[in-house]
């Protein structure tokens, strides 16, 4: 399973938003992936290459940039200039016409305060945090060969939510790591109680040929155990969604239109990653606008466009 296979927004055909790839490979070896062998060790793209790209594609138009890597908080670390992913976006900012700056996917070890304070210091970068964790206990995170501990992971969660306090959380979970006990699984479950994510990319454990968890571990949680794990956190997740949206009805949400939907309804998304649904005209597409949030459910916020996109009239 790889992280950014599993996060990486579906890649659609825009002519507002570009996805940039800045770092290939990954050195981090989890048990249960096959990218480190098959893509191979991190290779940063340089700053001045990636910011010449951003540059053309803010002037055919583009508005939003997703810079990749399947560590993306590494970037910059193999270079021997002082380069990080921090800095890159801080240059970003100074192209104009960059509207948003998003960026997938981080590894919990390598997010920095840096960019923590980065992020928390200009409205046009991504305030969707997606911080893969795995799994809720220090036992499985260690034989997935994680890195970090439970703890570690929610002392960076505090830190976010206290200088992002509006921010979005979302992560990555497996279920049914080989040994995950009931008792694994429950912490797993607490976690998910504790972060109160705004949205969680769930996975039930299987093993992949060539990785280490392949090679060591038995395979040996019974599939029926896997799915109702799975389907208890999918409801318990579900929930916590709906809570989580509530606070956006009434609320104006700014949005950048990304396409109609088969119904003829427009989508798009908020800074916060959030995905929006009203009506509206196909010209739309691309700007951003103002939606009146009226609706909402576990997934998708839905409502109208906002007087507040009417232009002051120009009449006497
Ligand atoms: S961080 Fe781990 S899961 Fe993600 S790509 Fe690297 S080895 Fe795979």
Wanted: hydrophobic letters at 30%.
């Amino acid at each position: 399973l790889s992280e950014l296979d599993s996060t990486t927004p579906r890649y659609r055909e825009s002519n507002h938003h570009a996805w940039v790839t800045i770092i290939y490979g990954c050195d981090k070896f989890c048990s249960y992936c096959i990218v480190p062998y098959v893509r191979g060790r991190e290779r940063s793209r340089t700053m001045g290459d990636i910011l010449a790209e951003v540059r053309k594609l803010a002037d055919n138009g583009y508005k939003e940039i997703t810079y990749l890597g399947q560590n993306v908080d590494s970037y910059g670390k193999d270079l021997d200039d002082d380069t990080s992913l921090s800095k890159l976006i801080k240059e970003t900012l100074k192209i104009q016409g960059i509207e948003r700056i998003w960026f997938l996917t981080s590894y919990p070890k390598d997010f920095s305060e840096e960019l923590i304070e980065t992020i928390a210091s200009s409205d046009r970068i991504s305030k969707s945090i997606h911080l893969p964790i795995q799994s809720g206990s220090d036992k499985i995170l260690k034989a997935m060969n994680r890195g970090y501990t439970k703890e570690e992971y929610l002392e960076l969660i505090s830190k976010i939510k206290e200088k992002l306090p509006k921010a979005s959380l979302s992560t990555d979970l497996i279920l049914g790591f080989p040994g995950e006990t009931e008792n694994d699984y429950l912490e797993t479950k607490e976690l998910l109680k504790t972060v109160r994510y705004d949205r969680v990319n769930f996975a039930v454990y299987s093993p992949r040929e060539g990785t280490l968890s392949a090679r060591k571990y038995k395979d040996n949680i019974p599939h029926k155990i896997k799915a109702a794990r799975l389907n208890e956190l999918l409801e318990l997740q579900k929930s916590i969604n709906r809570e989580k949206n509530e606070r956006y009805v009434g609320k104006n949400v700014e949005t950048i239109v990304e396409g109609v939907l088969k119904d003829g309804n427009l989508y798009g998304r908020t800074i916060t990653n959030k995905n929006v649904i009203f009506s509206g005209q196909k010209e739309l597409i691309g700007e951003k606008v103002q939606i009146e949030i009226h609706n909402i459910s576990a997934g998708p916020l839905r409502g109208v466009l906002s007087t507040k996109n009417l232009q002051p009239s120009r009449e006497h």
